[in-house]
C-alpha cells in the first residue's frame, strides 16, 4: 500500500496572543531590568554602571524651586530669579560632585575568615580610587547591615560587614550597594557590586553529640615542647619562654640565648572515620565529627580523621584542627 504525505492542517500559533503572553522588555532597559551577575576583582565603577536618582529631600528642594521659578516669572522679580538660578546651579553642583564621588571606584579585594555554620561572619572589602580627590560618605550595605566609610585618594579603604551562615561549605559573597548621598542629601549616586568571590564556611559543632569512639586510642610518647624531666634538644630563645628554660652555660659558651625543650607524653590518639557514623546524614555527621575533632584538641589529645578518599592526620594544633574542619565543610 503506497504512503501518502499530508499537510498539517493546523493553524500557526497568534503572534500577537504570544505577544499578550509574553511581555517584550525593549532592548535598551534589557542591561537595566536583568542584574549582572558575578564579576571577577577587581571591579572598577565607571559611567555606565553608576545611577542616580534625586532623594525626597531632592525632589521637595525641586518642588521649591520649580515654585519659585513660577512666582517670579509671574511678578517679574528680578531678584528671585537670580537666586532660582543660583538654587539650580547649587542643586546641579551636588548631582556632579556625588557622581564623581563614586567614579573611579575600585573594589580591589574581598576575604572572610572562615567560621562555623550558624555564626556570624566578617567580610573584609578592600576599595581603592583613582584620582586626587577625597571621596566622602560613601555607604557599603547588604542586607540590614550597611558601614560608612571615606576613601582617601593615595590610601585604600578596608570596610568589614558581617553577615549570617546558616550552611556549611562555600558561600557566595553576593551583591553590594555602594552609595552615596553627599554633598547635601538631594540624590542618591549607587552602583552594584557582585564579586565572584566564595567564602568557607565550617560545620556546626553539635551541642550535646555522644562520647566518641574509644577503638584505636593508644597512648604514645612522642617530642612536645614542654616542662617534663627529660631534656631533648636546645633552640635559640623565643619570646615568651620561661627564665628557668634558658641552659645558661651553653648560652654563655656560644654567646646567646638557648632554651632547653624536654619531652613530655602526648595524649590519647583518637581516630574519627566519616564510615563510622553511616546511619547519620551528611550534615549530622559533619557536626559530630567537627565537636568531637573540637573537644580532642582542647583535651590535648591526636587526632586522625578518615573520610571517603582521603585521611588527615594524625596531628594536633591549629593547623590540623582547621584543616579537618575544612575537609568536613567540602564534603558532600
Known amino acids: 500500500m503506497p504512503l501518502r504525505f499530508t499537510r498539517d492542517r493546523?493553524?500557526?500559533?497568534?503572534?500577537?496572543?504570544?505577544s499578550h503572553e509574553r511581555p517584550r522588555i525593549p532592548r535598551l532597559l534589557r542591561r537595566f531590568v536583568k542584574p549582572r551577575g558575578p564579576e571577577p576583582l577587581p571591579i572598577g565603577l565607571h559611567r555606565r554602571r553608576i545611577y542616580v536618582l534625586p532623594t525626597p529631600y531632592g525632589l521637595f528642594f525641586a518642588a521649591l524651586l520649580a515654585t519659585m521659578t513660577l512666582g517670579g516669572l509671574n511678578y517679574s522679580n528680578n531678584p528671585a530669579l537670580i537666586l532660582c538660578f543660583l538654587m539650580l546651579s547649587v542643586m546641579l553642583t551636588a548631582l556632579l560632585r556625588g557622581y564623581l564621588n563614586l567614579s573611579g571606584v575600585r573594589l580591589d579585594a574581598l576575604d572572610a575568615a572562615p567560621v562555623h555554620a550558624g555564626c556570624p561572619q566578617t567580610l573584609r572589602l578592600e576599595?581603592?580610587?583613582?584620582g586626587t580627590r577625597l571621596r566622602?560618605?560613601?555607604v557599603l550595605e547588604q542586607a540590614s547591615q550597611r558601614a560608612a566609610f571615606n576613601l582617601a585618594a593615595d590610601t585604600p579603604a578596608h570596610v568589614e560587614l558581617t553577615r549570617a551562615t546558616r550552611r556549611r561549605g562555600w558561600q557566595a559573597a553576593g551583591?553590594?550597594?555602594?552609595s552615596c548621598r553627599q554633598p547635601m542629601g538631594l540624590f542618591e549616586v549607587w552602583s552594584w557590586l557582585h564579586p565572584e568571590t566564595n567564602t568557607l564556611v565550617w560545620p556546626a559543632l553539635e551541642k550535646d553529640p555522644p562520647a566518641p569512639p574509644g577503638e584505636g586510642g593508644?597512648?604514645?610518647?612522642?617530642?612536645?615542647?614542654?616542662d617534663g624531666d627529660e631534656p631533648i634538644a636546645?633552640?635559640?630563645?623565643?619570646?615568651?619562654?620561661a627564665t628557668r628554660q634558658v641552659s645558661w652555660k651553653h648560652s654563655a659558651r656560644l654567646d646567646r640565648l638557648l632554651v632547653r625543650e624536654y619531652e613530655q607524653p602526648a595524649g590519647n590518639e583518637r581516630l574519627l572515620s566519616w564510615e563510622a557514623l553511616a546511619p547519620l546524614a551528611s550534615e549530622a555527621r559533619a557536626r559530630r565529627l567537627a565537636r568531637w575533632l573540637a573537644d580532642a584538641e582542647r583535651a590535648g589529645e591526636s587526632t586522625t580523621l578518615h573520610l571517603p578518599g582521603q585521611r588527615l592526620g594524625p596531628g594536633q594544633g591549629q593547623a590540623h584542627l582547621h584543616a579537618c574542619f575544612r575537609a568536613l565543610a567540602l564534603e558532600p
Not at 576599595?127 to 583613582?130: A, K, L, Q, R, T
Not at 636546645?234 to 619562654?241: A, H, P, S, T
Open 127 to 130: 576599595f581603592s580610587g583613582s
Open 175 to 178: 551583591r553590594f550597594k555602594l
Open 234 to 241: 636546645l633552640r635559640d630563645w623565643r619570646q615568651g619562654d
Open 136 to 138: 566622602e560618605g560613601l
Open 218 to 226: 593508644r597512648n604514645r610518647p612522642q617530642p612536645r615542647r614542654g
Open 10 to 18: 493546523t493553524p500557526p500559533p497568534d503572534r500577537d496572543a504570544l
